[in-house]
Every structure is written in C-alpha cells, then in structure tokens.
C-alpha cells in the first residue's frame, strides 16, 4: 500500500485482518454492507482540506473567498459540509443552483456559473438572491438586465475573462486560452466589451472579474502569467468596481504514484503573492480575491470499490478483469485518457504479480478504466479500488446500457454514513411517461 500513499487518503490503514480501512471503516465490509460499485469518501479529510483551503488563503488576507466548485461532487452531505466549513459554492447550472439551495446553502454565498445560461437558469438565480452572477457573453448580460429590471433589482456580477494563458492540461479541460467557448478575451477586446456593457446596463453591478485557466494544473506559472494580465487590464479599465479577483480553481491531484501536485498552500502562495505583487506593481489598490477549486477539495478523499465478474486471457495478447461499474459511474479515462491506480481491499499490502486489462462491464471497447493494472492475483468476486476518483467521477455518472448509479457513503473515525442511496431499478423508469 506504501507506493499508493499519495492517492489514498492519509487515513488509508491495514485492518489487523490485513484489509483496508479509510476513516477507521474496513472497506470490505463497507462493501458487503452497501454493495458494489461503491464510493466511499474519507469526511475527515474533506473537512481537514476544506479547512487547510480557507486557513492558506486567509493567512495571506483574511478577506479572501473559498468558493467550492459544486460540479466536482454535488451530494447534499457534502454542499452541507462546506457551508459549515465557511466556503462559499460555485453553481453552474440552474440544477446545480437547486441542490446548494436544497442542502441550505444562503443565496448570498452563491456564485452563479454558466456559458449558456438560458432565461429560466437567470430568473432562478435572481428569484433566489444569488450573491454573484458570473457573465459570460454579451447576449447573456443583456438578457440579465432586462431580468433583473422586471424584478426591479440589480445583480452584482463578475466578468469572465479569457486571459490567454495556456496551462500546461489536456485541451478539454484547459480553458484560458483566446480560442475558448467560455468567457470573454483580453484579445480583441472583447473583455473591455463586456466590462462596458455592464457598466452601461442599469440593472448590474458589476464587483470584478472572474478567470478560470483550466483544470488538474500541476505547473502554476500558469497563475502568475494571468494574474498580470489582469492586472493591467484592470489597469487600462481604471474604476473601483473591479474590486474582486476570482482567479478560478484548477489545482491539480495525484491520480497515480507518479503525479506530485502542488499542496493546497503551495497553492495559495502562489496565486495570493502574484495577485498581491501584480496589483501593487500597477499601483491598483489590493482586490479582493476569490478561488474556486473543486478537484483539489474533494478527488482525493473518493475511492471506488468494485466486485470482479470475470477474468481472461487471451493468448500471446493480454490478461482481462472486468468489474461491475466503468465508464457510467468514471468516464475520465475514456474521455481524456486519465490513469488510475489500483489495489485490492482484502489484500491491499501484496505484491503486484501481473499487469492487466481492467475493464468495465459496457457495451463500449473503450470502456476500460486502467489500460495496465499492475495488481496480485485477482479473480471473479475479488473487490478492486480505484483510489482518488472522488471528482468529476459520480458527478459525471451516466445510466449507458441501464446502470444503476453507485451509492455514497461517508466514513469518519470508524463510522459510515450514507450520503446517496445506490438508484433502483424503478429510478431508471421513474421519468417515462
Ligand atoms: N471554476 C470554474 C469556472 C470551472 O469551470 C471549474 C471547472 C472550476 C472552477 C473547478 O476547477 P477544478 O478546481 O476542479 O479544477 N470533468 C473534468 C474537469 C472539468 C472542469 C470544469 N471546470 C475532469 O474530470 O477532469
């Protein structure tokens, strides 16, 4: 277990039966109490990173915003969490909206995203008294206006700024650079566009800018290069109504015992001292920042648990193991080649002795979640854990070919709690007329 320390969560143990235990609860018998595929998230870490974000940016002003991107991992036990935790949520849809709403999450503190927001999605956000409204084009802020105006109110609003910087991730998470569908470009003009329109629409009030470069960023030059960006286009705009700096989310995790991101106060000095320097050098009064990860909050503290159905092998080819789950319940290897680890939960410390195919149970070849699983024998009814799928893994879950999705259970010194019952059978009917 030793080399899978970095994707694991710290409170990762042997059981004295030899099995792994998260959050003091043996994984084989939380697997047998709630079936498989299983999420199991480690609450005690989720709480400790929650905190370790807010400390490591307030340390550096204690004005400074945590807001969690909700689109990582939406359950109610959680968005509950980070409200008690003092961060702010990050929606990005109007259903996204209704669940921070539903687990009690104040309006105020609600950052409404969206690059296609429709006009249900904007009366809903200005029905509920969302804090910040994030825009994204032109058509949008002219249809905010005309909203806010028949509700005979203002919305505070933040620009989305396209800076221009590429970081260094795959090209469908990366989303700084000029040839984007989301925000608006330094380039062209278009972010002093936007800046325009909203100063001339009566109805908004515009507070700052918004930049999000893009996603699992493990180099982070990439913060310091837009943060002077902004800074000078902040400069060139002049006015105190830019007075807050979203510098997005992004910071990367460790999916394999190769990766070795930066820690969440790594983090933090290097985006707060390159907002700080950069404002300071352009002589504009210190804004007041805002971040918005969700990967880095909560990927970490998620492994899923799988039952083996069946091994083969192919001669002279490869060895197969597919698993009761795949692509509907972890879509990131399909869909951007992530890599994952692998052990198992009834013998988490033995040695690897092959390397094998796993593959899911879809009607899809590429439904593979490892491409080369190093791991001990391993045969049908064997349990197998994928750790650090906690974001973007059940937030993407699909029902291809009627699966049901998994359930959720939280675990904290030596306790489980569910936090999502496993889907019947009946849900999968449940909306057809
Ligand atoms: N803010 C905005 C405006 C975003 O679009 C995102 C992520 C975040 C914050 C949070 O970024 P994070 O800290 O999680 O990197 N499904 C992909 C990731 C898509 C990210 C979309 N936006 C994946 O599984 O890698």
């Known amino acids: 277990m030793q080399p899978l320390s970095k994707v694991l969560p710290p409170s990762a143990a042997t059981t004295p039966e030899g099995h792994l235990s998260i959050g003091g609860c043996d994984v084989v018998a939380l697997a047998e109490e709630y079936g498989t595929p299983l999420v199991i998230y480690d609450g005690g870490l989720l709480r400790d990173t929650m905190r370790r974000y807010v400390q490591a940016f307030r340390a550096h002003d204690p004005h400074t915003e945590v807001i969690y991107a909700s689109k990582a991992f939406w359950a109610q036990a959680l968005l509950r969490m980070a409200h008690e935790e003092g961060l702010r949520m990050d929606v990005a849809s109007g259903g996204e909206l209704f669940m921070a709403l539903h687990a009690g999450f104040p309006a105020d503190k609600i950052v409404m995203h969206g690059n296609a927001k429709d ?31 028949e509700r005979g109110r203002t919305q505070d609003v933040l620009v989305r700024v396209t800076p221009g910087v590429k970081p260094s991730t795959h090209k469908y998470i990366s989303t700084g650079q000029l040839d984007s569908k989301f925000g608006f470009s330094l380039e062209g003009g278009l972010a002093a566009d936007a800046v325009a329109a909203c ?4 109805n908004i009030n515009l507070m700052g800018l918004h930049c999000h470069i893009g996603s699992q960023i493990f180099e982070l030059g990439a913060y310091p290069a837009a943060a002077h960006l902004l800074a000078q286009f902040v400069k060139e705009q002049g006015g105190d109504d830019l007075a807050i700096m979203d510098m997005g989310g992004g910071l990367g995790i460790a999916y394999t015992r190769d990766d070795d991101p930066p820690s969440v106060e790594e983090f933090a000095d290097v985006v707060m001292d390159a907002v700080h320097a950069e404002w300071d050098a352009a002589g504009l009064p210190r804004p007041r920042v805002m971040v918005e990860p969700g990967r880095s909050v909560v990927g970490r503290a998620g492994l899923t648990v799988y039952r083996v159905t069946g091994t083969k092998d192919i001669p002279g080819v490869r060895r197969y193991a597919a698993v009761d789950g795949g692509m509907s319940d972890l879509m990131r290897p399909m869909l951007y080649g992530a890599t994952y680890e692998a052990l198992l939960p009834e013998r988490p410390d033995a040695e690897a002795s092959q390397s094998l195919r796993l593959v899911g149970k879809h009607c899809e070849s590429g439904d593979v979640l490892i491409q080369e699983a190093d791991l001990p024998e391993v045969g049908r009814g064997d349990l197998v854990c994928l750790p650090a799928t ?31 019952r496993r889907e019947t059978y009946a849900d999968l009917v449940a909306r057809d007329l």
Not at 130 to 135: E, N
Not at 199 to 202: E, G, K, L, S, T
Not at 395 to 417: C, E, H, I, L
């Open 390 to 420: 906690g974001a973007y893994g059940v937030a993407m879950a699909s029902n291809y070919n009627g699966v049901t999705r998994p359930a959720v259970v939280f675990v904290d010194q030596g306790k489980a709690t569910l936090a999502v």
């Open 199 to 202: 100063r001339a629409a009566a």
């Open 119 to 149: 006009a249900k999605e904007i009366g809903e956000a200005l029905d509920a008294l969302v804090g910040l409204v994030v825009v994204d084009s032109l058509d949008e802020i002219a249809l905010l206006d005309q909203l806010a105006g």
